[in-house]
């Protein structure tokens, strides 16, 4: 079935494929079981490739880990996803997209958590198929939608979700593949479905690591796959605040985002024409 998904949906075969690779090992920060199983042979291929561009042979490592980053992202937001639930009363937890996530399978949830997994109806139908003999652990709702299209919060409302009430929203792996527009016209399309003081989560990448020469091996896998990197920005705290959202924004490798994984340098945010990537997160301003 991996054959009906186009070059953007694949990318989720690829997350799993790191998250299996991040559970194989002794030190993991996270354990997912089921990852393997999500991504398949397509899957470990395309992690094939990612590791061809990050550590050539005979030549040094030039762009990011992508292994220690995801592995990283993984566990943070992990970590963040799990403390607004249980902060939360009967919180609502909204993944856009899930791809192939299974955080509504591998973990634990406060009772009446409600679990939407929004995403295209080909990953929908694909990640049914490989997960068919297990059960959540949660009340996950899969919302098959296109958060491109206008009308897709219809879908989510059909589903059971509450904008009155308090959620957490997680936009992983998605913002880098949207234009700017599109990226300021989501971002006001989640505000408008949050009840104030609502939780966000996000990662995107600076302007710079669009374009730097030593982040263009990776950059050329993506593009290569037809899903090129479009959007990025050097300051997130603003682009959320422009939509509402009262943000911080963390880099892997500080201290609260790094697991002793983080193998690069991290530059102070005065400092330009380097690569970032952010981990964005806070919460919806009151009205």
């Known amino acids: ?13 690829l ?3 790191l998250r299996a690779a991040e559970t194989s090992r002794e030190d993991r920060l996270f354990d997912d079981p089921y990852a393997a199983r999500l991504a398949g042979d397509a899957g470990m291929g395309l992690l094939r490739e ?49 791809g192939m996530d299974s955080r509504a399978y591998r973990m634990r949830w406060p009772d009446g958590t409600r679990f939407f997994e929004l ?21 996950r709702r899969a919302v098959a939608l296109d958060l491109t299209r206008p009308g897709w919060q219809d879908g ?20 880098y593949y949207v234009g700017q527009e599109d990226a300021h016209r989501l ?11 609502s939780r966000i989560a996000a990662d995107l990448v600076n302007a710079a690591a669009l374009t730097l020469p030593d982040v263009r091996a990776l950059l050329d896998v993506f593009a ?15 682009l959320f605040d422009a939509h509402g959202f009262q943000v911080e924004a963390v880099q892997p490798g500080d201290p609260d985002a790094d697991y002793g994984r983080w193998p690069d340098p991290v530059p102070e945010r005065s400092v330009t024409g380097v690569r970032r990537v952010f981990f964005v997160h806070g919460r919806k301003r009151p009205v």
């Open 1 to 13: 079935m991996t054959n009906t998904l186009d070059a953007v949906e694949q990318t989720s075969l």
């Open 187 to 197: 971002l006001d399309q989640v505000a408008a479905l949050m009840a104030p003081d």
């Open 224 to 238: 290569g796959w037809g899903c090129p990197w479009v959007f990025g920005t050097d300051e997130p705290e603003a």
């Open 156 to 175: 989510l409302l059909a589903a059971g979700y509450d904008p009155d009430r308090p959620s957490v929203w997680l936009l992983e792996g998605l913002l």
């Open 119 to 139: 995403d295209r109806p080909a990953v929908l139908a694909y990640k049914e198929e490989q997960l068919r003999s297990e059960r959540p652990r949660v009340d």
């Open 50 to 98: 990612i590791r061809e561009a990050t550590f050539p042979r005979g030549g040094e490592r030039t762009v990011p880990s992508t292994p220690d980053y995801n592995a990283i992202r993984t566990r943070f937001l992990d970590d963040l996803l799990q403390g607004a639930a249980r902060a939360g009363a009967t919180p609502q937890v909204v993944l856009a997209p899930a």
């Open 15 to 17: 997350t799993a494929a």
